[in-house]
C-alpha cells in the first residue's frame, strides 16, 4: 500500500493527502485556502477499496 504519504492536488488548489497512521491511514482533505474540510481514518482494505472504486472512474 502507501508506505510514507503522498498528497493529490486538485486543478482548483485543493488536496488530498494519504498519511499511514500505525496499521491504518488518515485522509485529509484540505480546499484551496489550506484549511482542513476533513480527516478520515480507514484500515488498508477500505483505503485499498477506495482506490480501486477512484480508478474504475478515472484511471491514472
Given amino acids: 500500500m502507501i508506505n510514507g504519504g503522498r498528497t493529490i492536488h486538485t486543478a482548483d488548489g485543493s488536496s ?3 498519511t499511514p497512521v500505525g496499521l491504518e491511514y488518515d485522509l485529509h ?3 484551496a485556502k489550506g ?3 476533513a480527516t478520515v481514518r480507514m484500515n ?3 483505503l485499498s477499496a477506495l482506490i480501486s472504486e477512484a480508478e474504475e472512474l478515472q484511471p491514472w
Fill in 35 to 37: 484549511e482542513t474540510i
Fill in 16 to 18: 488530498v493527502s494519504i
Fill in 29 to 31: 482533505t484540505r480546499n
Fill in 44 to 46: 488498508s482494505d477500505d
